[in-house]
Every structure is written in structure tokens, then in C-alpha cells.
């Protein structure tokens, strides 16, 4: 063999230990679109479940307010019934009277009247009294059977306002049950999301916080363009779960004050704003319509035009504008006015 023997032998080592090493295994880091990923997701989770809560807020209010209503209409048809049934009394009383009296000869027929006469003016006062009588035991007749029906109206009436009391009552207590849970399932997937943002790295956080187009928009005359001018102001300003302005906004409460700030009220809930004005096809998006995103109808956005949306994300994005179709699955789209 050609060389010094010392190189040989060093040369020979060397390959002994490269064929024997074991490779050690790369471990998989997370990306970053894999980190941001992720916060979306959670993010996303966050919020349908804080329009939840609200929905259930809104109902709860509701239920509270038919309780309300039955309380209201049991304590109307029981005044109602308490003074039918003191009409039925009175008016008992007096046709237990007249009928009493005509027993004892005050109610006399035209010939026993004639014959009782001591004269023709005597005659024409006993037909008069006889006319007179007749009429009050008639009216009295028809008021007590009005008394008697009103009074028996009263009683169906507070039956019913009772059970509807009831029922409400029972559906109200549950709904303050459904709002507590929903109230921590919310607020522990608020912490996740807000803990998964904290991890993200500074390039991350950079992506989300880019304030996209701001450049001026032309909005159009009226309502919605009163909206849309509205929602396009609020660009810059920060997300945050629950918030309804004026510094911060999250998606439904945003909507909703562009389109006060027009003089249109609309419901706080993405679900309630997925019910307003008239739906309309995605070929016909106009300014100002809403554009309400997944199945579960949980994210909302205002048309800037046929193309693009402005609309509050989520926490750390501002309220910016974004391509219509990239902001999520398309549930359903309303226009609000015309």
C-alpha cells in the first residue's frame, strides 16, 4: 500500500466511525403559517362562541320579557274578572228583584191593567210602569250575561297567562344555565386564543397586524353608503372579543354601529344581522351589504364593493379591508336598505 502508514490508519478510524454513527433524527419546529394557523383556528372558535353568548343573552332577554308580558296579562284579566264578577252580583241582584216583583203582581198584562184602571189616565200609568219594568229586567238580563261571559273570559285568560308565566319562567332559568356555561366555554377559548397570539413569533404578529388598503374609498349615496363610510373610519382600530366601540370593535358590533351611525337599526348578533333586510347572490353585492362567513353564521362583514369587504377580524388584526372571498366560506349576504 502507497502512503505513510500513520495517515492510513487515521484515514481508516475515520470511516470506521462514520459507518457506525447513527444519524440523529431532525425534529419537526412548527412554521410560522403552521403557529398563525392555529391562532386563526382558536381565534375563529373564539368568536363563534362569544356570538353564542350574545345570542343567548338576547334570548334570555326575550324569555324575560314573555314572563313579563304573562305577568302583565294575568294581572289585567284577574282586575277584569274580579269586576265581572262584581257586575254578575249587582245585576243578579237586581233581576232577583224584578223577577221577585212580578211575582207579587208589578208585572201585569195590557188587559189585567185595563180592568184594574180607575180611569184612562190610570190605565195609560199602569201600561207606562208596566212598559218601564219590562225594560229594566231586560237590561239587567243582558248585563248580568254580559258580566257572566266577560267574567268567564277573565277566568280562560288568567289560565292561560298563568301557564305562559309558568313556561316562561322555566325557559328563562334554563337560558341563565346555557348563558353561564356558555360563558366559560367562551372565556377558555378566549385564553387559548390570546395565549396562542402571545407564542406567535414577531413575524407572525407583523402579518397579522398589516393594516391592508387604506387608501380613500368612494362610498354611494344613502344609507348604506352612510354605513360603509362609517366602517371604513373604524380602519386602524383594534379587535377585541365582546368590545362594541367606539376604540375597539369586534366583527357584529362593528356592522352594527355603521349602520346606527346611518340611522338603521340592526341586531348586535351575526345571527340576528344574517335575518335584516333581504338576501342577495354573491353576483350582486353591493356596498354596504353584509356578508355573513361560515356555516355557523359566526363572522360578519360590510361590502366595500363587488370584490372587497371591510370587516373587524379578530384580536390582533385591525379593522382593515380584505378580499370578500378570502375572508372565510360565504353563508349568506343581506342587504340592509333598497
Request: glycine content about 6%.
Amino acid at each position: 500500500m502507497n502512503g505513510h502508514p500513520g495517515r492510513r490508519s487515521a484515514a481508516l478510524a475515520a470511516a470506521v466511525i462514520a459507518a457506525l454513527a447513527v444519524p440523529t433524527p431532525a425534529v419537526a419546529q412548527p412554521n410560522a403559517s403552521d403557529a398563525l394557523a392555529k391562532y386563526e383556528q382558536l381565534a375563529r372558535e373564539a368568536e363563534r362562541l362569544h356570538e353564542e353568548h350574545l345570542k343567548a343573552q338576547d334570548d334570555l332577554k326575550a324569555k324575560q320579557g314573555d314572563l313579563d308580558r304573562a305577568n302583565a296579562d294575568l294581572a289585567d284579566a284577574t282586575r277584569v274578572g274580579d269586576l265581572a264578577r262584581a257586575d254578575q252580583e249587582a245585576f243578579r241582584g237586581q233581576v232577583d228583584v224584578l223577577t221577585e216583583a212580578s211575582f207579587e203582581g208589578a208585572r201585569f198584562t195590557q188587559l189585567s191593567a185595563l180592568l184594574v184602571s180607575d180611569s184612562q189616565q190610570d190605565f195609560l200609568n199602569r201600561m207606562s210602569a208596566l212598559g218601564v219594568l219590562a225594560a229594566d229586567n231586560e237590561e239587567a238580563l243582558n248585563r248580568l250575561s254580559v258580566a257572566v261571559d266577560t267574567a268567564e273570559q277573565a277566568t280562560a285568560d288568567a289560565q292561560d297567562a298563568q301557564q305562559r308565566a309558568t313556561t316562561a319562567a322555566g325557559e328563562a332559568q334554563r337560558l341563565v344555565t346555557d348563558l353561564a356555561d356558555r360563558k366559560t366555554a367562551m372565556n377558555k377559548q378566549v385564553t387559548d386564543a390570546r395565549a396562542q397570539y402571545r407564542s406567535l413569533s414577531a413575524t407572525d404578529k407583523a402579518v397579522l397586524a398589516a393594516p391592508g388598503d387604506t387608501s380613500a374609498v368612494a362610498v354611494p349615496a344613502g344609507a348604506a353608503g352612510a354605513a360603509l363610510q362609517f366602517a371604513l373610519s373604524q380602519r386602524g382600530k383594534p379587535y377585541v372579543f365582546g368590545s362594541n366601540g367606539p376604540n375597539s370593535w369586534d366583527c357584529s358590533s362593528l356592522t352594527q354601529a355603521a349602520y346606527r351611525a346611518a340611522g338603521v337599526t340592526i341586531g348586535r348578533t351575526t345571527y340576528v344581522q344574517a335575518t335584516v333586510g333581504r338576501a342577495v347572490t354573491r353576483a350582486q353585492v353591493q356596498p354596504g351589504d353584509l356578508i355573513i362567513y361560515y356555516s355557523g353564521q359566526s363572522h360578519v362583514a360590510m361590502a366595500v364593493d363587488g370584490v372587497r369587504a371591510v370587516h373587524a377580524s379578530t384580536e390582533g388584526v385591525p379593522v382593515k379591508i380584505a378580499d370578500i372571498d378570502s375572508i372565510g366560506p360565504i353563508s349568506v349576504i343581506r342587504r340592509v336598505v333598497g
